[in-house]
């Protein structure tokens, strides 16, 4: 229904209509142009005149056009169907005949309301699917998407047809969205407890070091399997073989069984290792899928490989590797350099004890550390060669003759702030007994940073005694002294343990062993230990010679599983890197390869991941129907069974509820907006105008 308002009182169109008569009248009352023309043409004229200049007036009063729109909309139903994988296992052979239920009665309910379907599991979708194949069941989902989208609309029921069986997400019935909207409950499946034994949960660290033993706890139960005995196996799964690393006897004692068992397994192998737990079956059991876990434990080998470095046995070799050594994840290796007739390039860090030495020449492994940019700590003392160690390093110049020391003790600098040093080993410190230091000049280089002066017979000089800084790319350290054995042995003697000398060269080793990654091609996942319906993402970095950051060059990822299939990619380019989202994968360990050719110069990159199963919903053969009658209580619905199904239409609609609602638009728009009302005028206008020319007039 139309309505005509104005912004200005309704007689104020009265002036419209006598300015549009006025302008007609003295346009044409006592215009001759028309005298030789019949009579009705200067009315016809006129008559235009008046209407157009009426029409013009009357716009100016801002006329508005109010309509009122009425709109019938049924109530929503929402139709939701479980398709996780207890569900096929509740509906076995009978998933056809069940199909054609619930399409029915989507029909019947769509007859009266309008019906919303989805399918929910590890997430929800709109529409019924036909395969029940979720890893995973989360009823409170489905509530919370339900009520995100329909809670402010016309939302009459709810249907759920489900087995009561959910494994992820809060319980349903104690959800923070409350509702007035009933639930409806179709239980699928058999609530009675078949013979079954069941590994319910697995627990263990996801992390665990090389060398380190670590715990794994199974919890078992079992129903109506007493009086049997069954054994939990741990297998280690490698490339599709299976190696049984212990096992060891069950007996089931009652009825309604519940046990946790631990077990202690070496992590002996780095990277992500495949762990299988079993429970052996017994005889009559209604389902073998439950028994048995794979679980994935990632094994770092975060040891760092240290080289004590010297030219002779010395106290403070030995004091540095017993320190360093208490840490697990320092792996120590001393070596005379005449003997050492290893590679340096496979240490994170070298320690060099009076080195370089007299007469023994140390420039090739020297030139490999900066080439490889290997942090390292120089140690000076009577069988240094200083003029070749002034010029190896740029952080300190000693000018001595090497015969002469001095007994130091060490003295905090202020203002050191490479890494923090508790207030209480600066203290004990400073009542170390002293150490030998040269006797000469020092003269500290711009770009170093004194951690420690030396103390001369209780007078505190500016001579460093320990130095860090940078050289070629390489975190560098320098001691200018022997002799700190005694300082280790004298934190023993005072406390009768090693920790506050051990901490210190602790964080000396942690500072100076960490190794820049200076790669100019890097790949990576991100993260380690995948769920089966996880995408898997990866990011890659490509740098020029400048160390900037590039991604002209197309990147290639290959990805081989552990049975030899590959997968072959291409990184999508983002920003100024690359990314790219495999997708989801079958279960197992893979290896990843990436590969770019940039300047000529051919990069790769190599790593690892695994995708573990999801088997949460092997682990419940029983219905829970009871879940389902709950909620349907709660929210005032009812629970059917599979077979009461096709009543659900007759039972929403006695409830008296689920109704129709009117919704009433109003919408107001201006008449000057009006599109014919416009051409009107126009062809008023143009009309007399085409008249007046016609008729030989202007």
């Known amino acids: 229904m139309d309505r005509l308002t104005f912004s200005y009182p309704v007689w104020f169109v009265l002036f419209c209509f006598l300015l549009g008569l006025g302008y007609a009248m003295l346009l044409y009352y006592r215009d001759t142009s028309f005298k030789d023309q019949a009579p009705w043409t200067r009315w016809l004229m006129s008559g235009l005149r008046f209407f157009a200049a009426s029409f013009l007036a009357f716009f100016l009063l801002s006329p508005l056009l109010r309509s009122k729109q009425t709109e019938t909309r049924k109530p929503i139903v929402v139709l939701a169907q479980d398709v996780s994988e207890s569900v096929a296992n509740a509906l076995g052979k009978n998933q056809e005949a069940y199909r054609e239920k619930l399409e029915q009665l989507q029909r019947e309910l769509g007859k009266e309301y309008d019906v919303k379907s989805f399918s929910f599991g590890s997430s929800v979708r709109e529409g019924l699917e036909t395969k029940y194949e979720d890893k995973i069941s989360n009823l409170a989902n489905l509530f919370s998407n339900t009520y995100d989208l329909y809670g402010g609309d016309n939302l009459g029921a709810i249907v759920l047809a489900s087995d009561g069986i959910y494994n992820e997400g809060n319980n349903p019935l104690y959800l923070s969205e409350k509702s007035s909207v009933p639930v409806f409950s179709v239980a699928l499946g058999d609530t009675t407890p078949k013979k079954d034994l069941v590994l319910k949960r697995v627990f263990h660290n996801k992390i665990v070091y090389l060398g380190d033993q670590f715990s794994v706890l199974a919890d078992i139960s079992a129903i109506n399997c007493a009086g049997n005995t069954t054994s939990l196996s741990v297998y280690k799964v490698d490339g599709g073989k299976s190696q049984l690393l212990s096992s060891q006897p069950l007996g089931i004692d009652r009825k309604d069984f519940f046990a946790t068992k631990e077990i202690i397994l070496n992590a002996d192998k780095a990277g992500v290792q495949r762990y299988r737990i079993v429970v052996n079956k017994v005889l009559g059991e209604a389902s073998n899928a439950n028994n048995s876990q794979d679980i994935f434990v990632d094994v770092l080998d975060a040891r760092q490989k240290i080289l004590l470095l010297s030219q002779s046995p010395h106290p403070d070799i030995s004091a540095i590797r017993q320190s360093i050594s208490a840490n697990k994840n320092y792996q120590v290796e001393v070596a005379n350099i005449r003997d050492f007739k290893g590679n340096v390039t496979a240490y994170d860090y070298v320690v060099l004890h009076q080195l370089p030495g007299k007469g023994v020449d140390v420039a090739a492994i020297l030139a490999t550390l900066d080439r490889e940019r290997i942090p390292r700590l120089f140690i000076t003392g009577s069988q240094s060669d200083y003029a070749q160690f002034n010029r190896v390093q740029n952080l300190v110049t000693v000018q001595t003759d090497g015969k002469n020391t001095n007994d130091v003790q060490g003295r905090f600098a202020g203002g050191f702030a490479l890494f923090l040093l508790d207030d209480n080993l600066k203290t004990e410190f400073a009542n170390y007994p002293p150490i030998q230091a040269p006797f000469g000049e020092f003269r500290v280089g711009g770009s170093a940073q004194v951690m420690m002066y030396q103390r001369v017979r209780k007078i505190d000089t500016q001579y460093p005694l320990f130095v860090f800084g940078e050289q070629n ?116 360990n893979y290896k990843f390869l990436g590969k770019v050719s940039n300047g000529g110069e051919q990069l790769t990159y190599n790593g690892q991941f695994s995708v573990q199963p999801i088997q949460l919903e092997q682990y419940e053969t029983t219905a829970d129907h009871r879940l389902l009658r709950l909620l349907s209580e709660q929210y005032g619905g009812k629970m059917v069974s599979e077979a009461e199904m096709g009543s659900l239409p007759d039972m929403i609609k006695a409830m008296g509820t689920v109704k129709p609602v009117i919704y009433e638009n109003a919408t107001t728009r201006s008449l000057i907006n009006i599109k014919w009302l416009f051409a009107l005028l126009l062809v008023l206008i143009a009309t007399e105008w085409f008249l007046r020319r016609y008729l030989g007039s202007y």
């Open 473 to 588: 790319g390489a975190r560098t350290g320098v001691l200018l002294a022997e002799g700190i054995w005694r300082w280790r042995l004298f934190n023993y003697l005072n406390v009768d343990n090693h920790e506050l000398f051990d901490d210190w060269m602790s964080k000396v080793t942690q500072y100076l062993g960490v190794k820049e990654d200076k790669r100019k091609f890097r790949v990576s996942v991100s993260k380690n230990i995948y769920r089966e319906n996880e995408q898997v993402f990866f990011d890659a970095e490509l740098y020029n010679k400048s160390y900037e950051l590039i991604n002209e060059p197309d990147v290639r990822l290959i990805i081989t599983s552990e049975k030899g299939k590959e997968y072959t990619y291409t990184f999508n380019k983002s920003g100024k890197a690359y990314s790219l989202n495999a997708g989801t994968l079958p279960v197992g």
